[in-house]
């Protein structure tokens, strides 16, 4: 079993239902949307499957995952400390996400005006101190790599989860600000700004899962 999905418990939510030597660590990199019933629009990043054993082991079955992944022609990466691959996603995209959603700016849009731009900065700093305190090898200049990232998405570019909240649908707001808030919370990390766009954005996100549940 191998999770793509956002967020940095997948793999523990996975092992508290089946046995722990069945999964295995990964993500997706990919800025992409829903045009359309079976149409996805690709903006950004060529999409690449990051994957690794969680104990950091190249294994016959993590090669022949490759091997699958590469003859279906999907750009894929193997990977021996896939925390640290999972982590440094993580930064990217809760930096970027739920900001976005706030303020429902496009990137581009974000970037431009200093103040939000230092909000994403503290939002990213948060999350590389959380990341630290849980054993996770970030190097010092994470966040200005990440950011260089950031800064080369086009202009227009929104990530799901913002695109997820302005159109009323459940989001991954607790998988992502939520997550980082909850372990500020049981480490005594102060999380203010993850904080406060979390709790900004939750009413919407609590309204959204009761239309779900009652439809």
């Known amino acids: 079993m191998i999770s793509l999905l956002n967020g940095v418990e997948n793999e523990k939510i996975l092992c508290e239902v089946l046995p722990k030597k069945h999964i295995i660590g990964g993500l997706c990199k990919v800025v992409s949307k ?30 022949q995952l490759k ?15 896939i925390q640290h691959e999972i982590w440094t996603k993580f930064l990217f995209i809760t930096t970027v996400s739920a900001i976005g959603a706030l303020t429902r700016a496009t990137i581009g849009e974000m970037i431009a005006l200093p ?8 939002t990213a700093e948060e999350i590389f101190a959380i990341a ?6 970030l190097s010092n200049d994470i966040i200005e790599n990440q950011f260089q990232v950031i800064e080369n998405q086009p202009y227009h570019t929104t990530s799901s989860l913002q695109r997820d909240i302005m159109e009323g649908k459940p989001s991954e707001l607790e998988s992502q600000n939520g997550t980082i808030v909850k372990m500020g919370i049981e480490l005594g990390i102060p999380t203010p700004i993850n904080l406060f766009i979390y709790n900004c954005l939750l009413p919407q996100e609590i309204r959204a899962r009761e239309i779900v549940k009652f439809n």
């Open 67 to 81: 091997n699958l992944f590469l003859t279906a022609e999907i750009r894929t990466n193997l990977t021996t400390n």
């Open 115 to 122: 103040e939000i731009k230092k909000m994403m900065l503290q």
């Open 132 to 137: 630290i305190a849980k054993g996770v090898n």
């Open 34 to 63: 829903v045009e359309d019933y079976g149409v996805i629009s690709h903006m950004s990043y060529e999409p690449t499957i990051v994957f690794g054993e969680l104990n950091g082991e190249i294994t016959e079955r993590a090669l």
